[in-house]
């Protein structure tokens, strides 16, 4: 991600999970006023980017000799139990957050470059549906944490050979010529507006129109039902994420997910 918390690059697969994870880092940015070199945040909140409470994303922010802020790193993995009523973390007939397990909300887990292991038992012990296997989940933390530092490793190697700036002025060449991909496409749909919508087993709609002009495309879910209370909800990352990877695939060309 760029400094801005906009995504440059992923791969093109499991929609949820990396689609929504520019509305991660972007919340992550806007809730946390100072970041150093050598710390990670954590985040599961649906409030802040996050999907259900299984998917744990670690951020770690990437800054250049001088201290400054340049990149985020981030990955999201799957956690098989976060607590909750039922063993995985997600209960079919859950009502409220805290029935389904532990939340994170950017607590920095990673500070001049040591896990805070103390303060994850913590929050994994809170509640009253505690993680069942705490263990566990450190050590998939722990695993997270590596890979963004092997992936903040490979950048820094990039930055060396080829200087920061050629590497932040490409980091823009990847956004631009995506966004110039996805407005081709859309400019080959003819122009004037679409309509869709769905209902849910348990009577829901869903509900989609879609105006087209030249190479813009409004996507407007008005007419959905509104929030349920049960656990079938999809916060507003997860409805990008969905519209994100559909226009990924319309595009039909080897672009990066961003």
């Known amino acids: 991600f760029d400094a801005d918390g906009c995504l440059v690059a992923n791969a093109p697969h ?3 999970h990396l ?3 520019g509305e991660t880092v972007r919340a992550l940015i806007q809730t946390t006023e100072i970041m150093n070199p050598g710390e990670m945040f954590v985040i599961n909140d649906p409030n802040l980017g996050g999907s259900h409470l299984p998917d744990v994303t670690v951020i770690a922010p990437i800054h250049d000799e ?3 802020l340049v990149f985020f790193i981030a990955n999201r993995g799957h956690h098989s139990d976060i607590g909750g009523i039922t063993p995985g973390s997600m209960p079919p007939f859950s009502h409220h957050r805290k029935e389904e397990g532990c939340v994170f909300s950017g607590e920095l ?3 001049k470059n040591t896990f805070n292991e103390s303060l994850l038992r913590q929050i994994l012990s809170k509640g009253p549906s505690p993680a069942r296997n705490p263990d566990k989940n450190i050590a998939d933390l722990k695993a997270q944490v590596a890979a963004n530092r092997t992936g903040e490793q490979l950048l820094r190697q990039l930055v060396d050979k080829y200087g920061l700036e050629m590497v932040s002025s490409y980091m823009r060449h990847i956004q631009d010529n995506a966004a110039e991909c996805v407005s081709e496409t859309i400019e080959k749909f003819p122009d004037g507006i679409y309509h869709w919508s769905d209902t849910s087993d348990d009577g829901l709609t869903i509900q989609v129109r879609i105006e087209i002009t030249g190479k813009s495309m409004v996507v407007d879910f008005d007419g959905t039902s509104g ?3 049960g656990n079938l909800n999809a916060p507003y990352a997860v409805c ?9 695939c ?3 060309q080897p672009i990066p997910l961003n």
Request: hydrophobic share 55%.
């Open 14 to 16: 499991i929609p949820v």
């Open 240 to 248: 990008m994420a969905a519209i994100i990877y559909v226009i990924r």
């Open 19 to 21: 689609g929504a994870m």
């Open 227 to 229: 929030e349920s209370d």
């Open 250 to 252: 319309m595009v039909g």
């Open 66 to 68: 001088k201290g400054q």
């Open 109 to 111: 887990i990673v500070e």
